[in-house]
């Protein structure tokens, strides 16, 4: 069978000595980027295709998104793989898990985008390559973590919606270099939060029924994390700009309102509002429903706790 991607497209494919895992098999491995995302430039992924060498796994195929098609559950099945790993932001990985859902193998995170929350999520504060190292000596844990799902998709990372999620179209200006963009987006950005509608949690209440600017959804096993975030003045949204500009959201002025395990959000005003899914803008409407769902594939974990 001829397949879509052919191996070794980084060039840095190891001899078969360097490819010994510890019952001295070699396990494939067909690996997802995105040349947009985070850290993906040549010297990082022949660096990385080395540490995959070093710990038992034979980079056979790649594919780069989205200039190709993911790799489906029957593709992988056909071509031998029960082991993708994914170097990208949490927007490519998004679009994998959703493609892999139902698949028999397991999918590892690597942290190859901007902020790489499904990462820390799984592996902590671990650098990759103990992540890799786990991994290849079979130490890593099979998981299938809490997920953030609406009509609108999964969000396994998190979930931004409101006036707010304007900001993600600066963090687009960001990823792109596009520095016009990114300073007329900033201005938009902060025009929407200062005058715009608010978004309030009706089911359960949670927090003020006026609303705010922006709430954040978090996925955990046991439930959603509900976070507002706000500003009561000028000084509080430059606060907010800065945490943007750092490339973290979570940085600015916030307050955790509780926990769901379904809920409901809605615009005070009744018009559609902005969301962000794992980062990417989506089309959303007055009030949208998000409730606490399982992962449909198995992610390797390294991390002790259940985030």
Known sequence: MAYPHPPDMTGTSPGPARCRRMDGNTRRLWLINNASSGSNDDTALAALAACCADNGFAVAHRTQFPAQELPTPALLEAAGIDRVAVFAGDGTINALLATLAGWSG??????????????????????????????????????????????????????????????????????????????????????????????????????????????????????IEVHAFHAESATDYLGQAWALLRRNFREGPNERLGWADRLRIASTEGNPFGLLIDGEQVESAPSVEFWLAACEVDLLATRGDEA
């Open 106 to 223: 397991a999918v590892l995170v690597l942290p190859g985008g901007t902020m790489n929350l499904l990462y820390h999520r799984l592996h902590g504060e671990r650098p990759m390559e103990e992540v890799i190292a786990l991994a290849g000596r079979d130490e890593a844990r099979m998981r299938r973590p809490g997920i953030v799902r609406s009509r609108h998709g999964d969000a396994f990372a998190g979930a931004l919606a409101g006036p707010g999620a304007s900001w993600g179209r600066v963090r687009e200006a960001m990823r792109e270099f596009a520095v016009l963009d990114l300073a007329t987006g900033t201005i938009k950005a902060i025009e929407d939060s200062l005058g715009g509608e608010q978004i309030a949690c009706v089911e359960p209440p949670l927090g003020r029924p006026e609303g705010y600017p922006l709430l954040m959804l978090t996925p955990h096993d046991q439930g």
